[in-house]
């Protein structure tokens, strides 16, 4: 099985004179661009920023950077936040939240604690951004948007 190359750019901008979101679009693309140039078929995701970006969740390379430093999350705890973060607003149930634990066993599955743990230990780890994740009762939990966290999601190439 052959993997695509993949390369993340993470490009933060302080003082260049840049006046619009356009102009950040054009240089992204001509990163991409050189990217492609490089490697041949590579697979290219970037955020770019004005100014630091406190919490960073990359999607596709499975990261979560906190001020700077990468938070570790297990497998399972990284699929659920991923699953949350894919669906803003949006409730998602603890059923299916349990479905992405491939260690839930039968006695977890009806009792539902092991998403609970899941959750609890992952907001946790994302420190004073804990609150993105709220509990919805009786149902499950939902991603709410903050201004400070950034989604990497991955990137399509443009056409001109």
Same mark, same amino acid.
């Given at each position: 099985m052959t993997?695509? @190359?993949?390369?993340v750019l993470?490009v933060q ?11 950040l ?8 661009e050189?990217?492609?140039?490089l490697? @041949? +078929?590579?697979s290219?995701h970037t *955020?770019l920023?004005?100014? &630091?970006?406190p919490?960073?969740?990359?999607l &596709? ?5 906190l001020?700077?430093?990468?938070? /570790?999350?297990?497998h399972?705890e ?5 699953r ?8 998602v149930?603890?059923?299916? *939240?349990?479905?992405?634990? @491939? ?15 899941h ?6 780890? /994302?420190?004073r951004? +804990? ?6 009762? +009786?149902? +499950?939990?939902r991603?709410? &948007?903050? @201004? ?5 999601e991955?990137?399509?190439?443009r056409?001109?």
């Amino acid at each position: 099985m052959t993997t695509t @190359p993949e390369l993340v750019l993470v490009v933060q901008l302080s003082n260049t004179g840049v006046r619009s979101s356009t102009d950040l679009a054009a240089l992204a693309d001509a990163l991409r661009e050189t990217a492609q140039d490089l490697v @041949p +078929g590579v697979s290219t995701h970037t *955020l770019l920023s004005s100014t &630091p970006v406190p919490l960073v969740i990359d999607l &596709p390379a499975r990261d979560v950077i906190l001020d700077s430093s990468r938070i /570790l999350l297990s497998h399972t705890e990284f699929d659920i936040l991923s699953r949350l973060v894919q669906r803003p607003r949006v409730v998602v149930s603890r059923t299916t *939240l349990r479905e992405l634990d @491939p260690a839930a066993t039968d006695i977890d599955q009806r009792r539902g604690r092991s998403v609970d743990v899941h959750v609890s230990r992952i907001r946790t780890k /994302l420190g004073r951004f +804990g609150s993105i994740i709220t509990t919805v009762r +009786g149902t +499950g939990y939902r991603f709410d &948007p903050h @201004p400070g966290v950034h989604i990497v999601e991955p990137l399509t190439r443009r056409s001109a």
